[in-house]
């Protein structure tokens, strides 16, 4: 099993038909087309902009503690209010083509980046051969579309760097880290670092973390003796480092937004779960350590569609990624208050992109995550074979939550292989009903945007 493997459709189901059969599929395909055209009113058939949100490690009982604890069980978040809905798989492969079961950001961010899947902590490069495969970034600034990508990690991680680069490890984020990928090296005749190519290729808007990878300097091809960031300035960017610096950003150049060293410091904090369990807690919802004027992945996604509306050429629209990539990070790190923190910063950039939408109907809106991951809620009377905290909710009741991938904190928390969620509203969004694959997120964005 190997090229059949990597198509969008795995394991695609060949029907056969009879004559007969096709005539009464064809005629109720028909009805229920008719009808689900007169339903949707006057809502466009195809989709100009596209804005994509990925919860890094958001599985259904990551939402569920976020929802729990900020709105009560019987509340609702933005990012339930899609109205169509759907679950999908992220297993990843082996050289082979045949299933890992449990997938990382690089391989899983690979899948629906190109509509293929690869091995794990490969960035959009196929997992036999190690060549670049295209992008859906890619084929949109191709066909003229404004592009950005926005994230609370470095806009090196791997989640951003599946949609502008092609590396052999997701470790090669700078100049200086391309240990792990020596056939990337641009004096090998590769492409160079994350960094590097995710300038060259020269999105409209690149948000994020990640200011150390952009003060390296390079050491091969045309720009050797530059930093990064040297060269996003000679390709034309303007380089922001605060929220005051992003407000006033205009669309006449594309912009690169470093807004901390590394990940954007999460918005909460709190005392993480331990051997044991911890005394009820509530949540700090301002982290000290969080330097002032860090803009918010709301006011982010806000300015990311505004300059990519502004820079959109000639009405063909625009694609957007945008990442809360600390869900994942602080789950790792067994943290229940970060984690729900950026749970609920990420369900307000889901509100911007909504309430965009509602405005401009033409526009598919899309959330998914990209893996499961550790965390249980479990009764408070439990004890966790691993890592548990008690917080009080804002509803008044007691929740308690379970790390037990691994039992120690220094190990850290791991990624699971579930299905996780997928939603959606605009253009194309009933694509997402059902049971689906990553890779076919890939096929809904490019048949929506119309691109080739």
Known sequence: MR??????????????????????????????????????????????NVILLIGDGMGDAEITLARDYTVGA????????????GTYTTYSVDSHGRPDYVTDSAASATAWSTG?????????????????????????RRQGLATGSVTTAELTDATPAAMAAHVGDRDCQGPADMEGCPRDTIGRGGLGSIAEQSVRLRPDVL??????????????????????????EKLGYRIVSDARGLRA??????????????????EWTGRPAARGGTEAQRCVTANPRRPAGTPTLEAQTRKAVELLEARARAGRGFFLQVEGASIDKQNHEADPCGQIGETAAFDRAVKVARDYAERH?????????????????????????????TLVTDEGGRIKVGYATTTTPEDGQEHTGTQVRIAAQGPFAERVRG?????????TITRALGLR
């Open 3 to 48: 090229s059949t493997s990597l198509t969008p459709h795995v394991f695609r189901r060949r029907l056969t038909w009879s004559a007969g059969v096709l005539a009464v599929a064809v005629t109720a395909a028909t009805v229920v087309s008719a009808t689900a055209d007169a339903g949707a009113g006057h809502r466009p058939r195809t989709a100009k």
């Open 361 to 389: 109907p033409d526009t598919l809106v899309i959330t998914t995550a990209d893996h499961g991951h550790s965390s249980q809620i479990v009764p408070v009377d439990a004890e966790p074979m691993g890592l548990s905290a």
């Open 207 to 232: 948000l994020g973390g990640g200011r150390q990878r952009f003060d390296q300097k390079i050491t091969e091809g045309p720009h050797q003796g530059l930093t990064v960031a040297q060269q996003a």
């Open 74 to 85: 019987g509340g609702r978040l933005h990012m339930d209010g899609f109205p169509q809905t």
């Open 435 to 443: 049971f689906t694959d990553q890779t076919e997120l890939f096929t």
């Open 116 to 140: 293929h899947k690869t091995v794990n902590y490969r960035i959009s490069k196929t997992p036999d051969t190690d060549r670049p495969m295209p992008t859906v970034l890619e084929l949109a």
């Open 249 to 266: 950003a205009g669309p006449e150049r594309p912009v690169l937004g470093l807004f901390a060293p590394g990940a954007v410091p999460v």
